[in-house]
């Protein structure tokens, strides 16, 4: 039959569903199967065949005929599971099945009177195998999770049949052991199969309904509590999906095997299409819906890890019931860490590579994903973290992050990639290891829209924060303290930065302590107080190496002198608040010297008109998202929380900490009725006492009268000589006593389950266009807004 006469027949069989009023017996399988049975449509024929009216028609007035629909379609999977697929016939009508539910479902879960259908069981619709007394008939969902895991291993149609001959009877289904059929070498598993184009669409078009099976997650409300866990996911990484170990591994490997560049041939995919990219997507996208997991409420201990072979660590206590998620954190053995960083390292550079041969390779477009992967890997496998920051092999993680949160800055529908790239450099910045990697002089030339610098990767690190924080747009805001708490975070061990990013620093700090930006909200003085900070930490611990920030901070000395004179009498901040009426002239680039950027690259583009993003919530702010810890003589981190914070030795930054200070600011100040700030002179000197500025003020009080000397007597007006001097010069003796370091560690928290869960379903729902799965539903979870 043509294809053409068999959309036909297709798109009949919808109008007779659709125009029914009277129930259509279950039993009826002649009308059953004009939906699956005689046709060959596509993903795409079935979204435009069954459009979304007509799916809401059937839903709202004959009910029980799409219910009939859908545990038929169901019941279909689960015999094409039961049978393993022989033939052709079978194949065709699974997965037309599977296109049908992944059109319908998305509008079973828009409905709440519909949402717990699937969780039910279907009266008179026992197993395939008959067992009719309603005792042990499974849910539909569960059946439908079950027949999608076992047809995803299933010979001749997803995997390699294993049989040399077609005489021998084909694979038993039931016995077949699924760890032998894992789709791709790499964690546990050392062959690599064939690749074969047809198994990997019919692996996509599975994928593709799992997916929509798990999205019921968007049609809630984005839940303060969050610990909703997603029946469907609960339920398919449970040890009653038997493939679960084999089908974490198939995915994760697919993902960190992917090399899109083709065999390291420029220009191969212009010659070849590349079918292993869809798969590739789907399959992160399934895995990190499948690691939604809240780590700040888990620690239920179940699963005992005997039957996971050698990948998997068994020593550590049994961990969460997510399989998936217990099997991601007991991965240990360094071949397999090198193995994802690798993969992941080389798919997020992918983009870059793009800019030195335009067109060379395949550009993915996953990085969204990519990232989101590699935050769970960190935050649920401690292993794997140190093995991140063990070697400079972490850099080639925060170039591309560098480079993505530079191309976003300007971009209004990136918003998120934004949080996620800066989420991802907090978490590794409470390492020591991460600010330790950070020397390692940056020579790769990646055209990036940033000053041309000679220096190290914190030099690089600090170009892009500034460059965001100068340049990016309004919504970025939030981010601020989470930059500057990484730059903190580094301070201590950065042996020498360049000049433009020493420059870049106090134009940071030149611009967060005007009096206009200190008054004008609750929350900036935090911006000077991390500054302080960061200096302090520098001079304290890596003066050697730093002349160029000494030599910095001589010639904006002022900012320092103004900043312990701060007035705070009421007309005065009456007087700075005007300045702020005026439009500000933000934080823009003046005083700044911008540099020429690097040759070849592209300035930040902000969205083009009518793209689409999705909402997001709130992030948690600084002090809930980080635990402060403070680390001890020999390098071992000691926690500090908010009770131990009794004041501490005088000039030590814990007593300094402006923390009651910040709690005490909504007291002290008071917010009009209109909620407009209003600054009082009481809340100014609450924190103004508490700048940390006697390391800086002694180190100008030493240091300025003998370059100004030296200039005088040597009539000079080069830097090069006085540079010179401060490189040899010390103030051993001179400096208040060392304060302890201060590390903010992230910690997660349900405020940041919360966001990553809506971050991750708004880049699924956006970037599943062919076919738009989601597009026009009714999704609860964020608000689908055009630029």
Partial sequence: MGSADSKLNFRKAVIQLTTKTQPVEATD????????????????????LVPAAEIRAVREESPSNLATLCYKAVEKLVQGAESGCHSEKEKQIVLNCSRLLTRVLPYI?????????????????????????????????????????????????????HRRSTVDSAEDVHSLDSCEYIWEAGVGFAHSPQPNYIHDLNRMELLKLLLTCFSEAMYLPPAPDSGSTNPWVQFFCSTENRHALPLFTSLLNTVCAYDPVGYGIPYNHLLFSDYREPLVEEAAQVLIVTLDHDSATSASPTVDGTTTGTAMDDADPPGPENLFVNYLSRIHREEDFQFILKGIARLLSNPLLQTYLPNSTKKIQFHQELLVLFWKLCDFNKKFLFFVLKSSDVLDILVPILYFLNDARADHSRVGLMHIGVFILLLLSGERNFGVRLNKPYSVRVPMDIPVFTGTHADL????????????????????????????????YLKSLSMVAANKLLHLLEAFSTTWFLFSAAQNHHLVFFLLEAFNNIIQYQFDGNSNLVYAIIRKRSVFHQLANLPADPPAIHKALQRRRRPPESLSRTGSQEGASMEGSRPAAPAEPGTLKTSLVATPGIDKLTEKSQVSEDGTLRSLEPMSQQSSAEGSPAAEEPEQAWREQRRLSSASASGQW????????????????????????????????????KGLTDESEILRFLQHGTLVGLLPVPHPILIRKYQANSGTAMWFRTYMWGVIYLRNVDPPVWYDTDVKLFEIQRV
Avoid: Y
């Fill in 109 to 161: 879960f828009e409905d709440p009177d519909w949402r717990g259908f699937f969780w039910s069981t279907v009266p008179g619709a026992g197993r395939a195998g008959g067992d009719d007394d309603g005792e042990n008939a499974r849910p539909l969902a569960e059946s439908l999770l079950l027949a999608i895991a076992d047809l995803l291993f299933c010979p001749d149609f997803t995997v390699q049949s």
């Fill in 29 to 48: 399988d002649a009308f059953w199967d004009q939906f699956w049975a005689d046709t060959a449509t596509s993903v795409q024929d079935v979204f435009a």
């Fill in 678 to 713: 209003n600054p009082t002179s009481e809340w100014v000197l609450s924190w103004k006492s508490k700048l940390p500025l006697q390391t800086i003020m002694r180190l100008l009080q030493v240091l300025v009268p003998q370059v100004e000397k030296i200039c005088i007597d």
């Fill in 461 to 492: 690190l600090i170009v892009v924060f500034h460059k965001i924080i100068t340049s990016g747009h309004q919504r970025l805001q939030p981010l601020f303290d989470c930059l500057l708490t990484i730059v903190v975070n580094v301070s201590p």
